[in-house]
């Protein structure tokens, strides 16, 4: 099983970036995706989350209105676009599977996000 991150990087505060998840290794199209992220000194947050078919998304109040997640099933990605982005969201963002099949979670190894100027 494998998730791998990129896209990440150094921003300046209200520009964009926009994140990937390469997923492998697992029934991806029946899988709950998520985008966590962490800052330094600060629990890890649920950023973003996405249904299998793409039909529902969820956002957390910190990135709604700014941030979008979408999905491709037919190549096992989902995206994170980020959109006026502050100096808070300066963070380690992780991508999370839920394989509804198994029921487990996997992880990614996360992209680093720097918003500064």
């Known amino acids: 099983v494998q998730l791998v991150e990129s896209g990440g990087g150094v921003v300046q505060p209200g520009g964009s970036l926009r994140l990937s998840c390469a997923a492998s290794?697992?029934?991806?199209?029946?899988?709950?995706m998520r985008w966590y992220r962490q800052a330094p000194g600060k629990e890890r947050e649920l950023v973003a989350g996405?249904?299998?078919?793409?039909?529902?998304?969820t956002y957390s109040d910190s990135v709604k209105g700014r941030f979008a997640m979408s999905r491709d099933n037919a190549k096992n990605t989902v995206f994170l676009q980020m959109d006026s982005l502050k100096s808070e969201d300066t963070a380690v963002y992780y991508c999370?599977?839920?394989?509804?099949?198994?029921?487990?979670?996997?992880w990614g190894q996360g992209t680093q996000v720097t918003v500064s100027s």
């Open positions: 290794g697992f029934t991806f199209r029946w899988s709950y």
């Open positions: 996405i249904s299998s078919g793409a039909r529902t998304t």
């Open positions: 999370k599977a839920y394989d509804t099949v198994i029921g487990l979670d996997y």
